[in-house]
């Protein structure tokens, strides 16, 4: 299948490399000639300008957004609604708050185009092992794209009629996607939140001020390892920790500074707005907050969870 990718970065690029890796034909544009010329030689068809993309693209035709959520996405979808043609889909995977999705399918629908919101996730991780989608829209043009959908997945079991045991389902109407994906994110800083402050207790128990006879010397980097055999809170995010510690086990090369991306918030908004109880998600955001001004070894492990899973650097200013 042949689609357009507008946003090259981390994620849109690998996601172009993974597409082109199974077959499919990728127009790509971004800002930075450079990302551009780099899956050029990959085998991705360039465009020099938005409206060059989407000429290049034979209808109806299918552009995938991944750019930062805010102005830049919000300015190319628009640019999208004017350029495109009846028929056409906009398809926008990057971290966008779901109302806003709502709107922009509004907008799109009145002249005749599609728009899909696919909560995507997998981060630097996901080139090699797939990236779990949600997926929101029309269920008709959601099977116009399921090429795509199931070549960034990590397929597995089919069969039956959901395609979620292979990494990618459509949620529900335009907005659904985003929404589970608020929801997957905000779970997400309560599991590292918990992972950090077990491994912080850990890291303590041979502290000065405790009595000798309950003091150990423990390998936290060997522990992070062990439970990751048989364990039952073994994951994925405990992979990236072992790793971290193997790496670094002090962590040394974190200021422990843990920036928050949006979603947090906007899953405890929402549990806010309707009157849902959120504890562990409130905290877990709270405690981002308070890692900024001031850190500890708990907010280290986050920022090297979050590097290591996503790429995503400590803000800046903050030594």
């Excluded at 899953?267 to 890692?291: D, G, H, Y």
């Amino acid at each position: 299948m042949q689609i357009g990718m507008i946003g090259l970065g981390r994620m849109g690029a690998n996601i172009t490399r993974r597409l082109i890796g199974h077959g499919h034909s990728v127009v790509v544009f971004d800002q930075a000639a450079a990302a551009i010329d780099a899956l050029k030689r990959e085998g991705a068809t360039a465009a020099k300008t938005l409206e060059d993309a989407v000429k290049q693209l034979k209808p109806p035709r299918a552009v995938w957004v991944m750019l930062p959520a805010g102005d830049a996405t919000e300015q190319t979808i628009e640019r999208l609604g004017d350029i495109l043609h009846a028929g056409d889909i906009v398809i926008d995977g990057g971290n966008t708050f779901w109302r806003d999705d709502l709107r922009r399918a509004a907008a799109l629908k009145r002249k005749g185009l599609h728009h899909l919101d696919v909560g995507t996730s997998g981060g630097v991780l996901g080139r090699e092992h797939g990236y779990c989608l949600m997926i929101g829209g029309e269920g008709d043009i959601v099977a116009r794209v399921a090429p795509v959908f199931a070549a960034l997945a990590p397929g597995g079991a089919s069969g039956g009629k959901s395609t979620a045991a292979q990494g990618w389902l459509h949620v529900g109407e335009n907005g659904a996607g985003h929404f589970a994906k608020m929801v997957h994110n905000g779970i997400e800083y309560g599991v590292m939140q918990a992972y950090a402050e077990g491994f912080q207790i850990l890291k303590e128990t041979d502290a000065a001020a405790l009595p000798q006879a309950e003091r150990f010397t423990l390998d936290v980097a060997a522990i992070a390892e062990l439970w990751r055999h048989g364990s039952i809170i073994s994951s994925r995010l405990l992979d990236v920790i072992a790793a971290a510690l193997d790496a670094d086990g002090k962590l040394d090369g974190f200021s422990g500074a843990v920036e928050d991306t949006g979603e947090g918030r906007w899953t405890v908004q929402t549990a806010i707005e309707r009157a849902i109880p959120a504890m562990a998600l409130t905290t877990a955001l709270n405690a981002r907050f308070r890692s900024r001004r001031e850190s500890n070894y708990a907010d280290k492990m986050i920022s090297a969870m979050r590097k290591g899973f996503g790429g995503h650097a400590e803000p800046k200013g903050k030594s």
